[in-house]
Structures are given as structure tokens and as C-alpha cells.
């Protein structure tokens, strides 16, 4: 099935058994009886992701937390600075674009859910937040449990 749009054209393979009509600007959805409802609910938020995609798009925001950690936008994608050694060299996928604003803040555009999602979370993967100084890759607005570290305890009459 090809859904087309003002921002652009996507291919949604449906699955087997599932089926989509177009009646007076309705989608219909019908499915063979051997067909499970999750299946069939599957399709329906397949088609649903691509319609929502091409009229109005997706995107997901990434923040970088740490000293010194940065991003850089390039030609072919992203050139960040995570703490490593040497800079990260990201190649950003065909139909993803990239917005880098504040040097720490990044923000991926583009049609189809899953692979702005996926670019995202290939991205977090470099560098995930650790849970006792916060230090990462994470997504806007998500809360990272931190952790209390190492305790010294006192011993009670010992020698300092």
C-alpha cells in the first residue's frame, strides 16, 4: 500500500491477510478469519503511522549531558564529542534529517516513525545515561534514576 502526502510517499507492507480499501475518503480495514486481532491491529497502526507521517512528520530530540560533550553537524551526518578519546563520526540514514541547536541539544526529522525512532536510538546507544552522575545521551524530557554511590562508613572508635 503507498501512502502520499504533502511531505512525501511511504510503502506499507501489510500483513498477510490484511486488507485496505479507500471508500469515500475512509480506510477500510477487512481481514481473513484466520487472521489474530493483534495482527490485524498491527496493520491498522501501520497505516495510521504512515498517514500521520507524511501529512505532518515525526520527530525525536536527543540532549547530551557532560562536560565537554558536544555535537557537530556535518555533510554526511553528526561528529560528536563524548567523552571518548576521539570524536564519534554518526552517519544519519537516508530520509532522517538532522537540526543541531545549542551544541547539546539534537532533534531528527522525518516521515516514518520507525526510522526516526531507530536513528534516535542508535544514537542514545553511543552513549546511554549512567545512573550515578546522569552522563549521556538521552531523550528530552526523560528522567534517568540516579544512583546514591559509593557510602563511607564511619567506624565507631577506630583510628583516623
Not at 71 to 87: C, D, I, N, Q, Y
Request: a positive charge; hydrophobic letters at 45%; glycine letters at 10%.
Amino acid at each position: 500500500m503507498v501512502v502520499k502526502g504533502s511531505l512525501g510517499e511511504l510503502t506499507v507492507t501489510l500483513p498477510p491477510g490484511v486488507s485496505v480499501r479507500l471508500e469515500e475518503q475512509k480506510l477500510i480495514f477487512a481481514a481473513a478469519a484466520a487472521v489474530p486481532r493483534p495482527v490485524f491491529g498491527l496493520a491498522f497502526a501501520l497505516v495510521r503511522n504512515a498517514v500521520e507521517g507524511v501529512s505532518r512528520g515525526f520527530s525525536q530530540e536527543l540532549e547530551l549531558v557532560g562536560v565537554g560533550y558536544r555535537a557537530e553537524k556535518t555533510v554526511r551526518g553528526l561528529k560528536l564529542s563524548l567523552g571518548f578519546s576521539h570524536p564519534v563520526e554518526f552517519v544519519v540514514p537516508e530520509g532522517v534529517s538532522v537540526e543541531v541547536t545549542e551544541n547539546t541539544k539534537i532533534k531528527l526529522v522525518g516521515v516514518n516513525r520507525q526510522l526516526v525512532s531507530q536513528t534516535a536510538a542508535n544514537l542514545r546507544k553511543l552513549r546511554p545515561p549512567e545512573p550515578y552522575k546522569g552522563k549521556g545521551i538521552r531523550y528530552a524530557q526523560e528522567v534517568v534514576r540516579r544512583k546514591q554511590g559509593k557510602v563511607v562508613k564511619a567506624v565507631a572508635g577506630g583510628a583516623a
